[in-house]
């Protein structure tokens, strides 16, 4: 039998010619330049993403509005937010004008009135009728009658307030009240049947003792034009 020594350097001498005719059948290498793509990165066209694998999300079209990226449609929703803010500001404006009208100071009651002519609603109407009626003095009354004068359609109950205040006790207030009313004519319609109902009213007026004579010279003034105008 052959000995152990010998054995070992015959496998030896086997794994050698192995090993030389495994590195004979490789190609030899080139180095990779810069230019080369990574080791791990795919060749040739990208495969389709498998169905139901997560796409990159796409950017929605935006608009700038105040310094800022809005998603489109935002502006809608930003612009009525604006407008509950205007009306909620507004309606806390027109409850402290009708608050004001109560300050122990007449200035304030008379910028009260003259501001609340931006509000002309049923409860603006019925805040100057009280007013007229029972403030003490006749700035804050003038101012109440200049509001009335922006209502487009006046009522019943303003007519008579107005040709009340054409007898009013200050002769300043009776001035204010005959340029309203001729502002309330200048825009009634020829037809209007008011119009004969405003002339007797005005026609009773003028026997009275409280009306000035100033204010008696204007209302002439005032029935000549709309005369005039009429025929």
Same mark, same amino acid.
């Given at each position: 039998?052959?000995?152990?020594?010998?054995?070992?350097?015959?496998?030896?001498?086997?794994?050698?010619?192995?090993?030389?005719?495994?590195?004979?059948?490789?190609?030899?290498?080139?180095?990779?330049?810069?230019?080369?793509?990574?080791?791990?990165?795919?060749?040739?066209?990208?495969?389709?993403?498998?169905?139901?694998?997560?796409?990159?999300?796409?950017?929605?079209?935006?608009?700038?509005?105040?310094?800022?990226? @809005?998603?489109?449609?935002?502006?809608?929703?930003?612009?009525?937010?604006?407008?509950?803010?205007?009306?909620?500001?507004?309606?806390?404006?027109?409850?402290?004008?009708?608050?004001?009208?109560?300050?122990?100071?007449?200035?304030?009651?008379?910028?009260?009135?003259?501001?609340?002519?931006?509000?002309?609603?049923?409860?603006?109407?019925?805040?100057?009728?009280?007013?007229?009626?029972?403030?003490?003095?006749?700035?804050?009354?003038?101012?109440?009658?200049?509001?009335?004068?922006?209502?487009?359609?006046?009522?019943?109950? @303003?007519?008579?307030?107005?040709?009340?205040?054409?007898?009013?006790?200050?002769?300043?207030?009776?001035?204010?009240?005959?340029?309203?009313?001729?502002?309330?004519?200048?825009?009634?319609?020829?037809?209007?049947?008011?119009?004969?109902?405003?002339?007797?009213?005005?026609?009773?007026?003028?026997?009275?003792?409280? @009306?000035?004579?100033?204010?008696?010279?204007?209302?002439?003034?005032?029935?000549?034009?709309?005369?005039?105008?009429?025929?």
């Amino acid at each position: 039998m052959p000995s152990a020594a010998r054995l070992l350097a015959l496998l030896t001498f086997v794994a050698l010619a192995v090993l030389a005719v495994f590195l004979a059948g490789r190609p030899p290498s080139s180095p990779r330049t810069a230019s080369d793509p990574a080791p791990d990165s795919p060749k040739g066209p990208v495969a389709a993403r498998p169905e139901g694998q997560a796409t990159p999300l796409q950017s929605s079209p935006v608009s700038t509005l105040g310094g800022g990226n @809005i998603p489109e449609g935002g502006e809608d929703l930003l612009g009525a937010q604006r407008l509950d803010l205007e009306e909620a500001r507004n309606a806390r404006e027109f409850q402290s004008l009708l608050a004001q009208l109560h300050d122990p100071a007449p200035e304030k009651r008379s910028t009260a009135a003259e501001l609340l002519a931006a509000y002309p609603n049923p409860s603006t109407e019925t805040a100057l009728l009280r007013v007229l009626q029972t403030d003490p003095q006749p700035n804050v009354r003038q101012a109440s009658l200049r509001s009335l004068a922006a209502f487009e359609s006046p009522s019943d109950a @303003i007519w008579r307030s107005l040709l009340a205040s054409l007898t009013d006790p200050s002769s300043d207030v009776q001035s204010v009240a005959v340029e309203v009313l001729r502002a309330f004519l200048n825009s009634m319609e020829g037809t209007d049947p008011r119009m004969a109902w405003v002339r007797r009213e005005v026609q009773s007026l003028k026997a009275s003792p409280r @009306i000035a004579e100033s204010t008696l010279g204007t209302l002439q003034t005032v029935f000549h034009g709309e005369e005039a105008s009429g025929q």
